[in-house]
């Protein structure tokens, strides 16, 4: 099989869409159909092919050297440029952007010019005349922290009903799947492949949200409980847990 058929049976294996590993590698889906359909025209050189291949390789948990030396192999590589071009290049660059001196000078002495009318007109720097006599002082008090009711912290009840400080989601696989996992702020924790028998946790303070591609192969545990499968062998579900839960949100 080609690099692109290679890419695409591995994907429709762990049953997920073109649309979510475009996601999990941040490249657009055309240039992630056009891999798949062995055209690097899109990937801006051959540099940046093996990049993608094998970040996309990675994302379907395929080893990407055999795939890399395909390409390699079936890619002659593109001439480097002269090194007189590269300098010759930089030296045009450098003449055009080159620092305004006169603009420079000129908004220096705008700042010096203000500021000796400003120190005239003001005769130099006030002075704090301090508190006035008889004012009333600052209250405190509103910046105080609130008293807590004595009742509240001898209630047992309150103990026991004091929310978790932190989510924590434990994610079993009992079969192939891809598994995608980020807090509530858009922080990457895990995208991949995950087989049978591996086991991934993640926790954060606020929220820990998961996509998973083969519903059925994936058996979850939140705060300590376990709730089972997220939905059917084959679905692709989105599931999103905070510190009160285990109940999807």
Not at 18 to 46: N, S
Not at 122 to 149: F, H, K, M, N, Y
Not at 209 to 229: E, F, M, P, Q
Request: glycine residues 10%.
């Amino acid at each position: 099989m080609s690099i692109g058929e290679t890419l695409t049976v591995a994907r429709e294996r762990a049953g997920i869409s073109v649309e979510q590993v475009a996601a999990a590698t941040r490249l657009r889906q055309t240039l992630v159909r056009a891999i798949e359909h062995d055209d690097y025209g899109l990937c801006g050189g051959d540099f940046y092919a093996r990049g993608h291949i094998r970040n996309i390789a990675r994302t379907l948990g395929v080893d990407p050297e055999p795939l890399v030396a395909e390409f390699d192999a079936s890619h002659v590589e593109e001439p480097a440029p002269k090194a007189s071009e590269v300098f010759e290049s930089e030296k045009v660059r450098s003449e055009r952007r080159g620092p305004n001196w006169s603009a420079a000078m000129a908004a220096v002495l705008v700042l010096v010019v203000a500021y000796g009318v400003a120190h005239s007109l003001t005769g130099g720097p006030r002075q704090d005349p301090g508190p006035i006599a008889g004012s009333p002082e600052p209250s405190l008090g509103s910046s105080a922290p609130l008293a807590v009711s004595p009742s509240s912290s001898s209630d047992p009840s309150a103990v026991a009903q004091a929310p978790r400080d932190r989510v924590s989601v434990q994610v079993r696989a009992v079969g192939r799947s891809w598994v995608q996992a980020s807090t509530a702020g858009g922080k990457e924790l895990f995208q991949g492949v995950l087989q049978a028998g591996e086991v991934r946790s993640f926790t954060d303070k606020t929220r820990i949200k998961l996509i998973v591609g083969n519903a059925g192969a994936i058996a979850l545990t939140v705060n300590g409980t376990k709730v089972g499968s997220p939905g059917r062998p084959g679905q692709v579900v989105r599931v999103q847990f905070g510190p009160q839960d285990p109940a999807a949100g």
